[in-house]
């Protein structure tokens, strides 16, 4: 983890950050969706790419995450119902 930078390069690394490694899962945050799927579509030239600057079997699976849904809370009392959406029509 403390090598991402420079094991994924600049652009990547801007807009993804390792979150946790368990077992031999690294899990990595993006900052947009589409950095996500741009993640996944890249997963096995990482892979391949982990394999090669770490070793065998150290890195075998990239899990991606989006970025965070808003919350739409904005007090401590709530009330049961469709929320903000019912006013919108």
Sequence with gaps: MAEWPTL???EISAHCT???FTD???HVR???TAWATQ???LSISLLEKFRTELGDG???KIQVLG???PSWRKGGRTVNGRGPRDTYG
């Design 8 to 10: 994924v390069g600049p």
């Design 18 to 20: 390792p979150e946790s």
């Design 24 to 26: 031999t899962t690294l």
């Design 30 to 32: 993006c900052d947009s």
């Design 39 to 41: 993640l996944r579509l």
């Design 58 to 60: 150290v890195v075998t």
């Design 67 to 69: 970025p965070a849904a």
